[in-house]
């Protein structure tokens, strides 16, 4: 009769264990601390980037790679055993012997090289969620700052549509206009007012999504501060193209074929196999002898070559290569796409300012006067009216399209935007 106990001795002793620190579901992400007077990009951006969730996400990864290196750098156990042979003690005979794997073929150093570059890969997506956040909070800052400004403009067109109908009451009292005028007044006044609500709306959807982007659902803060006027720079597109060699997206799709090719290394040595050293004593009672064991144990690789796994590990090799090609292509061309909708709307943005914005408040001044003096009907003020707050709403999108198209094109490049571009300009009043 033969009886077997196998002994594995741990690579940590048990007070070790104790001292890993656990950061797993006890802690969360960071909370924000939301001020409630008026918030400034800066101040908007520094709460983005110090609680957003999935950034806070990132970082545990990064975190949790920087411990698959750690693994990688361990050896492997030793294994101790102990074998009786026979229950009687005149005739056992008592095996003592340590077994200790010795990795063979670059295992451990191939293993490691595949961690690291598993941790340079978050690394880069930690930057590109950065750059992520960045762009998403600028974004929704100057959706607000707009939004913002719409409703002034709406609210200035509701005072505009109270004296226009006040003007039309009183002609209807002097007997100098029909009825039907003082009509059309209030209800263009009633127009105007379902635009305020709407702007209003606007706004309030707006700052939800800004407070969104440091994880708070009901944002706290009134509003922001900042100059939507102040438009970003329009970059050349030789300059773009030479930071987005060094943007992160296209240095992570890089780094995912660096770490392809070391886990397709990690599989190769696997294909030599391990030796296993084997040191020990013999006891034989029957004998009353002690025997020093001594051997080595290596598989032979004659069925298993784990050609299957290094065929795998090279075909997603060629696909990290296809997939930065790829990305290449895709990051060239949002950036393209995004420089052109930057170029348009600033080209638009002149255009309102220079052309239309001011003869649509000179038509419309000129309208309400010449109204006031009796030489113009309602209807024409009406149309100067929706002609005005047309080119103004217009002039409000183009500002915002214009920051939005700038905030993407930082968010491909993953640097964060100019001082000019960022910089909170004093409140508009």
């Not at 209030?186 to 702007?199: D, G, I, N, T, Y």
């Amino acid at each position: 009769m033969r009886l077997t106990l196998s002994v594995f001795l741990l690579a940590l002793p048990l007070a070790t264990w104790a001292q890993i620190p656990q950061t797993g579901l006890e802690q969360g992400a960071p909370r924000a601390s939301e001020p409630a007077a008026p918030l400034t990009l800066n101040a908007a951006l520094e709460l983005a980037l110090g609680a957003n969730p999935e950034l806070s996400a990132a970082g545990r990864e990064l975190e949790a790679l920087d411990a698959t290196i750690t693994q990688a750098q361990a050896r492997p156990n030793p294994v101790l055993s102990a074998l009786i042979e026979d229950t009687l003690r005149e005739a056992r005979t008592t095996t003592l012997q340590l077994n200790q794997p010795i990795e063979l073929g670059g295992k451990r150093g191939a293993r490691i090289e595949a961690a690291e570059r598993g941790r340079d890969a978050a690394s880069l997506e930690l930057e590109a969620k950065r750059a992520e956040i960045r762009a998403a909070v600028t974004a929704a800052f100057f959706d607000v700052l707009v939004a913002q400004e719409r409703l002034r403009l709406a609210q200035a067109s509701v005072e505009l549509a109270q004296r226009a109908s006040a003007a039309a009451a009183r002609r209807v009292t002097a007997g100098k206009v029909s009825p039907v005028e003082e009509t059309r007044a209030r209800v263009a006044e009633a127009a105007v007012r379902v635009e305020q609500a709407q702007a209003a709306s606007e706004v309030a959807t707006a700052r939800r999504r800004l407070a969104a982007t440091w994880g708070n659902s009901s944002p706290r803060f009134e509003r922001v501060e900042g100059d939507p006027e102040a438009l970003p720079p329009l970059p050349a597109m030789a300059d773009l193209n030479a930071r987005l060699a060094a943007s992160p997206n296209l240095l992570r799709a890089r780094i995912e074929v660096d770490r392809r090719q070391s886990l397709a290394e990690v599989e190769r040595s696997r294909s030599v196999p391990d030796m296993i050293v084997i040191l020990g004593g013999k006891r034989i009672e029957e004998l009353d002898i002690n025997q020093a064991i001594l051997g080595v144990s290596i598989p032979i690789p004659i069925f298993d070559r784990n050609q299957g796994n290094l065929l795998e590990a090279l075909r997603r090799t060629d696909k990290a290569r296809d997939e930065l090609s790829a990305t290449g292509i895709r990051l060239s061309n949002e950036l393209v796409q995004a420089h052109e909708r930057l170029n348009t709307a600033r080209q638009e943005v002149a255009s309102l300012q220079r052309d239309i914005l001011p003869g649509a408040q000179s038509a419309y001044d000129a309208a309400t006067k010449g109204f006031e003096l009796g030489k113009f009907s309602f209807l024409e003020v009406l149309d100067a009216q929706r002609t005005s707050f047309q080119a103004k709403s217009q002039y409000l999108r183009a500002l915002a399209e214009a920051h939005r198209s700038a905030a993407e094109i930082e968010r491909i490049l993953g640097a964060a935007s100019t001082q000019s571009t960022l910089a909170p300009a004093a409140t508009q009043q």
